[in-house]
């Protein structure tokens, strides 16, 4: 397969929901962690954390790594809103034309999503019944996310969207729907499906011909459904240790990559194991906890990439 593995700073409960007061692993450390199990590309994390301009560009070039990508969420179904969040947008592309000025092997894709509600974001997987879209604001959704697509066009990448529990996009039928109606592809999230019903290996030959990236994640099902039965948000399944590492949970990963080989697929595979490290938790126990997961993600694409 051609396609390239690529870590993310969640798997080192890195991003915007990190606790406050939490100690976090430093950038190089993570960077130097990914470069050590293998991986070529890294995720771009929260605004700033890897650092901007040239210092980001070194950052990655001292440790032998390229961005894949990098979360951009908009609140698309809203026309004032999405507006308003235009600046952000333009800010986060300038970081990915920062990143690939050394002229990457592989560009990166800006990873758009939508900003969905804080009432989805509370029920997870159980958005058209708790907080159903209506045709109006889906057609702000589709034309918003054709015009944010044509931004980062724009700038010289291609845009691919992700599929996200908690948002207008989660199921299977909205990402159908979606689909259909806009000319950008799928970044396909292996546990946001498993959270909205869905299976990733009908993903693979459903959506198949339109999954320009990879988040890969294995998840423990059973932990899942515990925390979406008791009415846990997205805060709480990202704390519960749902996402574990490749061998742990319940994705056949066999059968799904050898689908996505089957496809040709050529793009970034982000290895992604969503965790959130708490104020009492040891950073340096967090951190080799977190460093044996992703040599042991990493081994387990071995035979595919």
């Given at each position: 397969?051609?396609?390239?593995?690529?870590?993310?700073?969640?798997?080192?409960?890195?991003?915007?929901?990190?606790?406050?007061?939490?100690?976090?692993?430093?950038?190089?450390?993570?960077?130097?962690?990914?470069?050590?199990?293998?991986?070529?590309?890294?995720?771009?994390?929260?605004?700033?954390?890897?650092?901007?301009?040239?210092?980001?560009?070194?950052?990655?070039?001292?440790?032998g790594?390229?961005?894949?990508?990098?979360?951009?969420?908009?609140?698309?179904?809203?026309?004032?809103?999405?507006?308003?969040?235009?600046?952000?947008?333009?800010?986060?592309?300038?970081?990915?034309?920062?990143?690939?000025?050394?002229?990457?092997?592989?560009?990166?894709?800006?990873?758009?999503?939508?900003?969905?509600?804080?009432?989805?974001?509370?029920?997870?997987?159980?958005?058209?019944?708790?907080?159903?879209?209506?045709?109006?604001?889906?057609?702000?959704?589709?034309?918003?996310?054709?015009?944010?697509?044509?931004?980062?066009?724009?700038?010289?990448?291609?845009?691919?969207?992700h599929?996200?529990?908690?948002?207008?996009?989660?199921s299977?039928?909205e990402?159908?729907?979606?689909?259909?109606?806009?000319?950008?592809?799928?970044?396909?999230?292996?546990?946001?499906?498993?959270?909205?019903?869905?299976?990733?290996?009908?993903?693979?030959?459903?959506?198949?011909?339109?999954?320009?990236h990879?988040?890969?994640?294995?998840?423990?099902?059973?932990?899942?459904?515990?925390?979406?039965?008791?009415?846990?948000?997205?805060?709480?399944?990202?704390?519960?240790?749902?996402?574990?590492?490749f061998?742990?949970?319940?994705?056949?990963?066999?059968?799904?990559?050898?689908?996505?080989?089957?496809r040709?697929?050529?793009?970034w595979?982000?290895?992604?194991?969503?965790?959130?490290?708490?104020?009492?938790?040891?950073?340096?126990?967090?951190?080799?906890?977190?460093?044996?997961?992703?040599?042991?993600?990493?081994?387990?694409?071995?035979?595919?990439a």
């Amino acid at each position: 397969m051609k396609a390239t593995v690529a870590g993310a700073p969640v798997s080192f409960g890195v991003f915007e929901l990190t606790p406050e007061g939490s100690e976090t692993i430093r950038p190089d450390d993570m960077l130097a962690t990914l470069a050590a199990s293998d991986y070529k590309g890294v995720d771009l994390g929260p605004a700033g954390f890897f650092g901007r301009g040239a210092q980001l560009r070194s950052r990655l070039r001292s440790h032998g790594l390229e961005l894949a990508g990098g979360w951009v969420q908009l609140p698309f179904s809203d026309d004032e809103a999405f507006e308003a969040s235009l600046p952000e947008l333009r800010d986060a592309l300038r970081a990915f034309s920062e990143a690939a000025g050394d002229g990457p092997q592989r560009l990166p894709l800006p990873t758009l999503a939508d900003s969905g509600s804080a009432t989805r974001q509370g029920a997870p997987g159980r958005g058209a019944e708790v907080d159903p879209l209506a045709d109006a604001a889906w057609g702000r959704l589709l034309k918003n996310t054709e015009r944010a697509a044509a931004l980062v066009r724009a700038a010289g990448f291609e845009p691919t969207f992700h599929h996200h529990a908690g948002t207008f996009v989660e199921s299977p039928a909205e990402i159908d729907r979606f689909l259909a109606n806009v000319d950008v592809n799928l970044t396909l999230d292996t546990g946001h499906l498993f959270i909205a019903g869905g299976d990733p290996l009908d993903a693979v030959h459903r959506w198949g011909d339109r999954i320009n990236h990879l988040h890969l994640k294995d998840v423990n099902l059973a932990e899942l459904n515990r925390v979406l039965t008791a009415g846990g948000g997205m805060r709480e399944v990202w704390s519960s240790g749902s996402f574990v590492a490749f061998g742990e949970g319940d994705i056949d990963l066999t059968a799904v990559m050898d689908a996505v080989e089957t496809r040709g697929f050529d793009g970034w595979i982000v290895v992604e194991q969503d965790v959130l490290n708490g104020p009492d938790v040891s950073i340096d126990t967090f951190r080799a906890a977190r460093g044996a997961d992703q040599v042991r993600n990493r081994e387990a694409l071995r035979p595919w990439a």
